[in-house]
């Protein structure tokens, strides 16, 4: 057999060890045909594409665990207001621009800056009149609506976070005009940045995307697998659905992934369920959780053969999610038998790791996060909210890979959007955008050890580890090459490198070379 494509480098990153080596991957239509040192010529035939590429890092395809298709969708807004200056600039630029009029009939539009005192909603009333209204401010934290927007969507610029406005988004995603266009746009966006794999949170019952879904897959269109999640807000958790959707797709591009919930806040806005109470409160959370619901989802879930992602981002969080945990079903070896998964782990108690690791519980960590903070600001708020004695504990990777957790990494995109060599400078080099000295050195990962979690580790939590994640013969053809071999150079440097190679499924999707 000869390969369609081979791939020789000085710098191949299998995920079988702890560092690259020289050698070849060769590929034969959708599957790995060989990895070894060597050029792999043996393999070469007369049509095959031998790529040399040097010092470049081959590397299995990289897995954003925890991302969002519907804030992107709401991202690709095209009606910018930025260049308004006054209240009723914004509303005239809304009322004028073409793009801002959706085909179902409502004004959506972004960038309104965010020094310009909002209007009184009469003055969009006067101006859209029946016709729903939403601008919305940059930092994308509240908008501007009028009344007809309220009563159509069913929320308020005081709400305006993703769980509130899930019915704008069913809205999005039902105008097929642009979700589609928006979607294969985001594909392509996620491949060039290396990333063969997701697992998408979609609201609820996914609001018929799922109909795009399985047309893409059968039109052969994926250059990325998808396995969605189920995330209830605007009903409850809906069993009868997940059971209708793990049937339905059994293809090698899409899956139903289970449950996802959230639990606690911010640490910074005081709504991180601490196991302590705060430094400059009296209060261990000051969002009202409702663990009982979440229990009771959690297992009943399980008990159908569902997996269950919980976002917990303070100590007792953490540990209250290990408690529903523990009473899921489990193997002989006590390992949760359902792959479930906490996502975020903000600030964890080091004895809680361990216990993770004896539960088999996967992190979800993001390994991009300090890239929308500061180091003054950062530590800054720690030392108000909860103590540097405390602080210790943020981030706490190493601990989690010491422990025997397996780690996977998300981006919760569209908060961060997947950039593999960022995640060294910040999850190696524990270092803010401005650099200068590390944040908590000691719970770092090394090279290796994060390269793992964006392949190995988050293909085990997408349940397909047999045939993705590691650089093996036989395994499927998802592979990623960095213009860097990123083992070779400082974390502070490893920010200048990018993807310039992907392949899904043995095809080229992505090229930059």
């Keep these: 057999m000869t390969a369609d494509i081979i791939l020789h480098s000085n710098a191949v990153f299998t995920g079988l060890a702890d560092l690259p080596s020289p050698g070849y ?7 790995i045909l060989a990895v070894d040192s060597g050029g792999g010529l043996e393999w070469s035939g007369p049509t095959t594409r031998v790529y040399e590429l040097g010092d470049r890092l081959i590397c299995p395809g990289f897995s954003d665990v925890h991302c969002f298709f519907t804030g992107y969708l709401l991202a690709q807004i095209q009606a910018d207001l930025s260049a308004a200056r006054t209240a009723a ?12 009029h959706t085909d179902g009939g409502a004004i959506l539009a972004c960038g309104v800056r965010s020094d310009i005192q909002a209007p009184d909603e009469s003055a969009l009333d006067s101006a859209s ?30 709400t305006c976070w993703s769980e509130s406005y899930w019915r704008l988004l069913r809205y999005l995603l039902n105008d097929r005009k642009r979700s589609v266009p928006a979607f294969k746009k985001y594909l392509a966006m996620l491949n060039s940045r290396g990333v063969t794999s997701v697992k998408e949170m979609g609201f609820d019952d996914f609001y018929g995307f799922t109909d795009v879904l399985a047309e893409l897959e059968h039109k052969g ?18 069993l009868p659905y997940g059971r209708a959707m793990r049937d339905r797709f059994q293809g090698e591009f899409v899956r139903f992934s289970g449950y996802n919930q959230m639990t606690d806040g911010s640490i910074s806005q005081l709504e991180g369920d601490m196991k302590e109470p705060y430094c400059c ?25 569902f997996r269950f992602s919980l976002h917990a981002q303070g100590d007792a969080a953490i540990g209250k999610v290990l408690d529903i945990y523990e009473k899921c079903l489990r193997d002989t070896d006590g390992k949760v038998l359902n792959r479930h998964a906490i996502t975020d782990l903000e600030c964890s108690d080091p004895a809680d790791l361990e216990r993770m690791g004896r539960l088999g519980v996967i992190a979800e960590i993001y390994p991009q996060i ?21 602080g210790r504990n943020y981030w706490n990777r190493r601990k989690m890979a010491e422990s025997g957790v397996v780690l996977s990494c998300a981006t919760d995109l569209p908060l961060l959007v997947d950039d593999i060599p ?33 392949t190995r580790g988050g293909q085990y939590n997408l349940g397909r580890e047999s045939e993705l994640g590691t650089l093996e013969a036989g395994k499927l053809a998802d592979i990623a090459v960095l213009d860097t071999n990123l083992f070779a150079i400082s974390p502070e440097d490893a920010r200048d490198s990018r993807v310039c190679l992907t392949l899904v499924d043995g095809r080229v999707v992505w090229e930059a070379l």
Excluded at 91 to 98: D, F, G, V
Excluded at 221 to 238: D, I, K, L, W
Excluded at 370 to 389: N, Q, T, V
Aim: include cysteine; aromatic fraction near 8%; glycine fraction near 10%.
């Design 25 to 31: 991957v060769a590929v034969a239509g959708n599957r």
């Design 89 to 100: 600039e914004v509303i005239a630029a809304a009322e004028s621009n073409p793009s801002a």
């Design 129 to 158: 009149g029946d016709v729903p209204a939403i601008l919305f401010v940059q930092g994308g934290e509240t908008c501007w609506m009028n009344a007809a927007a309220r009563r159509t969507f069913g929320f308020t610029p005081e």
């Design 221 to 238: 269109e994926f250059t990325m697998r998808v396995h969605f999640m189920s995330q209830p807000v605007g009903a409850p958790m809906n």
């Design 281 to 305: 409160t009296d209060t261990c959370c000051a969002k009202k959780i409702d663990w009982d619901g979440l229990r009771a989802d959690a297992l009943a879930a399980d008990a159908e053969g």
């Design 370 to 390: 300090m890239s929308i903070a500061d180091r003054a600001g950062k530590l800054a708020m720690i030392e108000e909210k909860i103590g540097l004695d405390r």
């Design 422 to 454: 960022e995640s060294v400078y910040h999850s190696v080099g524990a270092l803010f955008p401005e650099g200068g000295e590390p944040f908590n050195k000691q719970n770092t990962l090394t090279v290796g050890q994060l390269l793992s979690a964006w």
